[in-house]
């Protein structure tokens, strides 16, 4: 029996995959949620998945009471969701973005956190576990940079999603833990499509090739190992934290 339990998008590679990773190790249930899956958790064996595309955001209700009702949480101290799957194209002046791609990417990136984030206060208020929500963010969603519009206005949105949030719950009952975290950088596959533009389509591509050659990228090991912090200590609902500041 899992004494915590973690519902986190965006676990087939990356941040998500990683982080997935070290709480299992650690004796937690993870529940995963993207399109395609991962060898490596799959191995574990309170790991369990759903393929589901998140731009689906009308399906993300049924998704997470379909997870919910699939956990006992009558023992549980922690019930968290983390919101971490995220898309980074369209990297065109908006200008050059067609609204299919705008949508595509505040659909993923932007409205199902919202959603997601949503249905999970709704739907576990009648536990009496700790909740915790962490979205994660960007440095994105504080500095502007070209041809990165939509994804720094979706972190930007995010970031202040979860002040509202935090407010909302300061004055409830059983109120929801909800903060944001900026990883840094990290070495993904995110990190790879952006450093692999050419720079006449992507100025910032430059900026994402340095990164990587001055060898400023966190691994996913490093960065897990924070975020694991990050999970177990309170920290003030509504804030925006870096992942190495606690
Ligand atoms: N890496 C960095 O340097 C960095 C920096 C700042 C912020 N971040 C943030 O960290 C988070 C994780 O990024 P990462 O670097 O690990 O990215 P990544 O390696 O590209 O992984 C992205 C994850 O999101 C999932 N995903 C994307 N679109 C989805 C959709 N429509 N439905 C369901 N799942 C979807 C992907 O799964 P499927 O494709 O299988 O669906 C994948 O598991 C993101 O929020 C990102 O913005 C990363």
Redesign the pocket.
């Known amino acids: 029996m899992c004494k915590n339990h973690f519902i986190i998008?965006?676990?087939?590679?990356?941040?998500?995959e990683q982080l997935a990773k070290l709480l299992l190790e650690r004796g937690d249930c993870v529940h995963g949620?993207?399109?395609?899956n991962s060898n490596v958790l799959n191995q574990y064996k309170d790991y369990s998945h759903t393929n589901?595309?998140?731009?689906n955001i009308t399906g993300i209700e049924t998704l997470i009471r379909e997870i919910l009702s699939q956990m006992d949480l009558t023992s549980t101290e922690m019930i968290c969701l983390i919101n971490?799957?995220?898309?980074l194209e369209p990297l065109k002046t908006i200008d050059k973005c067609t609204a299919e791609e705008i949508n595509l990417h505040m659909q993923?990136t932007l409205i199902a956190p919202i959603v997601l984030t949503s249905c999970f206060i709704n739907q576990t208020d009648h536990t009496h576990s700790r909740r915790k929500i962490i979205n994660?963010s960007?440095?994105s969603g504080t500095y502007p940079a070209p041809a990165m519009s939509v994804y720094c206005s979706a972190k930007a949105g995010i970031n202040m999603f979860t002040q509202c949030v935090g407010i909302e719950q300061a004055n409830r009952q059983s109120p929801v833990e909800i903060i944001s975290v900026d990883?840094g950088?990290?070495e993904?596959?995110?990190?790879i499509t952006a450093r692999g533009k050419s720079d006449e389509d992507f100025e910032m591509a430059k900026y994402f090739k340095q990164a990587h050659e001055t060898g400023q990228l966190l691994t996913t090991e490093a960065l897990g190992e924070h975020i694991l912090h990050i999970i177990d200590k309170k920290i003030e609902s509504g804030n925006l934290v870096k992942y190495n500041e606690h």
Not at 9 to 16: E, V
Not at 33 to 36: D, E, K, N, Q, V
Not at 84 to 87: E, H, K, L, V
Request: glycine share 16%.
């Open positions: 998008t965006g676990t087939s590679r990356g941040i998500g949620i993207s399109r395609g589901f595309d998140l731009s971490n799957a995220a898309m993923t994660i960007s440095g990883p950088m990290v993904t596959d995110l990190q």
